[in-house]
Structure formats: C-alpha cells, structure tokens
C-alpha cells in the first residue's frame, strides 16, 4: 500500500483465513451458497487532532467521499461501486460528523447473491477540494482499474481451484493488491485517502458482531442483507 499516504484510520474485521478454504479437496463445491450481502448505514469522520482543531476559524468541512470494492470465492467478478460518476456523490462532512444513508438499506458494500467462502470487503475514505465533477472523475478512474485488471480475476481464480494451506496468502494478496490500485489512482488525483476499512465475512458464520467497527475517533456501520 505504499501508494496510499499515512491514514486517519485503519479499520480491519476479521482475516484472510476466515474466507479462505484450507482443505485442498473440493470445498467450495460442497459448499451451499446462502444468499447475503452488505451495505453501509453509518459513517463517522475521524476526529480532527491536528492544528485546525484548535483554530476554530478554519474550514473544518471536508468534501468526503467513498468507494467500495468487495469479492467472494464464487467466481463472481470484483465488485465495485460507485461505478458511474451520477453515483459519485461526495458528502460534506466536519471531523467528528456522522452521516447517515437513509434511503434504501444503505450504500451497497457486497450486493446480495449466494456466496461462497466469505466476503472480502474494502471501504476507502478519501477526501479531495476538486468538486463533485472532479471527484466523480477520479472514482470511475479508480472503479474502471480495479475492473480491469485482469490480474485480479486470476487470482481469486486460483484461491478457487487450488484451496489448502496457501488458501489464506492468496486471499490477502488480493486484499492488498486492490488499495495498491486504487490508491496509484487517487494519488495521480491528488486527493487523500483519509481511512480504509477491511473486512472478511465468513459465508456461514453470524456476522453480529462485525458490523459496527470503531478505530481513531472514526467509525463505520454496517448492515446484513436481506
């Protein structure tokens, strides 16, 4: 991730070896797909600690926005939202603010369809002073690599065909590989990627207590599908 600069918050649930198979037999394919899915319901900016906390005639606001990417084991392509610019929606938002997605479920994080192995899911935050044009330009940039990069489809490919010992590696090679793209893209952008959230949902455990994650004074809400 050595293209993304230093974070206001990281935030992980869970493990690459929660989703992975460890057995090298079919295990995936004796497996029943559940139909599950997430979305977002909260997000709260972490709080300002730096000199324009104390200074209270600065502009706090941030225009902050977020994209989503998230795969499974089932040879589902990555997926990845927002993908058109209409859906890039920035939010003005002051440190320490909560916003709240009220219409719907939520904003989508891993659409609902059975799944298989568990859920890898990543949330970046970043913030940009480019407007809303700009910024809906830099995600369909950021979108349109990671849906692109063949490299991915590969190796979610090869966690699927050869499950076993090695399983979890492959899992967080992929893990890590997507900021890596998504992150040269902002940086050419030049906007700030303010927090990264990663999550691993095992397809048949109950996910309860995973779904509100807090870390740095920042802190997201998750929600289950159906």
């Known amino acids: 991730m050595s293209t993304i600069p230093a974070l206001d918050f990281l935030i992980t649930a869970g493990s690459p070896g929660d989703i992975a ?3 090298p037999h079919e295990t995936l394919a004796a497996e029943q797909p559940r ?45 990845v939202f927002p993908l058109k610019a209409a859906d ?34 990543m949330v970046y935050v970043a913030s940009s002073h480019g407007g809303a044009r700009a910024i809906g330009e830099h995600l369909t940039d950021a979108a349109a690599a990671v849906k ?21 590696d492959a ?5 890590l590989e997507i900021p890596k793209i998504v992150g040269a893209v902002l940086a050419k952008a030049h906007d700030e990627v303010v927090g990264l ?14 779904l509100t994650q807090q870390e740095a004074g920042a802190t997201l809400v998750l929600g289950e599908l159906p």
């Open 148 to 168: 692109s990069d063949r490299s991915l489809a590969a190796a979610i490919e090869k966690v699927v065909t050869h499950p076993g010992a090695t399983a979890a």
């Open 171 to 175: 899992v967080s090679e992929v893990a």
């Open 21 to 23: 198979p460890g057995e």
């Open 35 to 79: 139909e599950r899915g997430l979305v977002l319901k909260e997000l709260t900016l972490a709080a300002d600690h730096g000199l324009r906390a104390h200074i209270p005639f600065l502009d706090h606001a941030k225009e902050i926005y977020w994209l989503v990417t998230s795969f499974d084991l089932s040879r589902h392509p990555v997926f």
């Open 197 to 210: 959230f990663q999550g691993y949902f095992p397809a048949a455990a109950d996910w309860s207590g995973m």
């Open 88 to 121: 890039a929606q920035p939010i003005a938002m002051e440190p320490g603010e909560t916003f709240r997605w009220t219409l719907g479920a939520g904003a989508p994080l891993a659409p609902l369809r059975a799944i298989t192995g568990g859920i890898a899911v």
